[in-house]
């Protein structure tokens, strides 16, 4: 593992964190429900071991049910609101980090588009990305 060290925070500084090394994966994610949660069309996350992830403050969670059955929790400040990250029943110990909450998301390379179907015409990506209907396999760990 790298020794990178990432920060971020919600908008209002309640929530902070510091992340240790690079995240095994990240994409951007056009579902509707993502879409719905922040009010864009599209998020970026990067995905951690809950081990690299160091988090002060409290957080509010929502948790539904995903296509997959599994139970996905977008987990915010209960202050400002920011989405700060998510975790699923289906990937016991990782989260999945907002970019947009990141001080310095530098070594962040987002290597998909997952959910493509819900994606609006008008959002572009990079061609080269792989686009996944759904939410694919998770990738092998590095």
């Given at each position: ?23 095994m994966f990240a994409a951007h994610c056009c ?6 949660a922040s009010g864009a069309d599209h998020i ?99």
């Amino acid at each position: 593992m790298s020794d990178t060290k990432t920060t971020g925070s919600c908008q209002c500084g309640a929530v902070t964190y510091e992340i240790t090394g690079d995240p095994m994966f990240a994409a951007h994610c056009c579902c509707n429900s993502c879409k719905k949660a922040s009010g864009a069309d599209h998020i970026t996350a990067a995905f951690y071991m809950d081990d690299q992830i160091e988090l002060k403050g409290e957080v509010a969670s929502f948790s539904m049910t995903a296509d997959s059955g599994a139970t996905s929790t977008r987990h915010f400040c209960p202050t400002c609101g920011s989405r700060l990250y998510s975790t699923n029943s289906s990937r016991a110990g990782v989260k999945g980090i907002q970019v947009g909450t990141m001080d310095n998301p530098t070594n962040i390379e987002p290597r998909a588009v997952v959910y493509s179907k819900d994606r609006n015409a008008w959002d572009s990506f990079n061609d080269a990305l792989p686009q996944f209907e759904k939410m694919p396999p998770p990738p092998p760990a590095k």
